[in-house]
């Protein structure tokens, strides 16, 4: 087995503009941080819009061997004998028990190509750009940007036109079943799911297996599409950006609020998190 029975934190990380930059993609202010985590005893779950091959790059490049949720909750990757992962419609991949929450990518392209005659010089998705498109579109070396376009369970569409016809757009989908939400840079569209209904899933998944209640969690985040996460968890961590405001929250309570910027300020909030729930090595 990979998890210990003191697990009784948990924290919940987007990815861009949070644990990692957002023009250069960089981690390298977060990962001291990280392990220390490890070193505690708390998993680091990333809950992002990025793919499972962007996000298993990820954690083996810095050794994270928890689950993670994709494309904005679309799916739970859990690695294999984590879990008994019981009682859950899943499938399953070399490494990991996948556990989806939606309906696959082909569906929510048939209805994005259904309106490309309405709106179809008022944006460009990911399906139609080759890779040297995605690249200029990203910032992403060639690598990554390949990881980015294998997506299973959801749909990028970079928005071009104006306000009024990007509410019409979403709207179309929304009366097709589709879910549209506002990412950094992209519109992600895809299944009636969100990064807050699987954070709730996996930390009963933890407090059932681990017979833990209850389980201590944070989530962290900066943009419009982490609002259920940041919602859902016991506290939430706004990571300040360069680029735009921060979200609203309904919440009053449990809101935290970095002074620094993607990377540094995940690690300054962090640090206050486990500094407040008085979390030292050995203490988890």
């Not at 739970?76 to 996948?98: A, D, M, W």
């Not at 921060?246 to 002074?259: C, D, E, I, Q, Y």
Request: charged share 25%; proline share 4%; aromatic share 10%.
């Amino acid at each position: 087995m990979i998890i210990k029975p003191n697990y009784r934190s948990l924290i919940f990380s987007d990815l861009d503009g949070c644990f990692l930059d957002h023009n250069d993609y960089q981690f390298n202010h977060a990962i001291d941080q990280a392990q220390k985590l490890e070193v505690l005893g708390i998993p680091l779950i990333f809950n992002s819009s990025k793919t499972s091959s962007e996000i298993k790059s990820l954690c083996a490049e810095i050794e994270n061997r928890h689950p993670f949720i994709v494309e904005n909750g679309s799916a739970v990757f859990i690695p294999k004998n984590y879990f008994s992962c019981r009682g859950h419609q899943k499938t399953s991949t070399l490494h990991y028990e996948v556990f989806p929450f939606s309906r696959e990518r082909q569906h929510w392209l048939e209805c994005i190509d259904i309106l490309k005659p309405k709106f179809g010089g008022d944006f460009v998705n990911f399906n139609d750009l080759s890779l040297d498109e995605v690249i200029d579109l990203t910032g992403l070396k060639k690598d990554d940007a390949i990881a980015a376009m294998d997506r299973q369970y959801s749909e990028p569409v970079f928005w071009r036109s104006s306000q009024m016809r990007r509410t019409k757009f979403i709207t179309s989908l929304q009366e097709k079943g589709a879910t549209v939400k506002q990412g950094g840079r992209f519109l992600s569209v895809g299944g009636d799911c969100d990064k807050g209904t699987a954070l709730i899933w996996l930390r009963q998944l933890f407090a059932t297996e681990l017979s833990i209640n209850p389980v201590n969690d944070l989530a962290i985040g900066d943009s419009e599409n982490d609002l259920p996460m940041l919602e859902a968890a016991q506290e939430a961590l706004l990571i300040r950006s360069p680029n735009h405001t921060f979200p609203n929250l309904n919440r009053a309570s449990g809101v935290f609020k970095s002074k620094k910027f993607g990377p540094k300020g995940w690690t300054e909030g962090i640090a206050s998190w486990l500094q407040r729930h008085k979390i030292n090595q050995g203490e988890c």
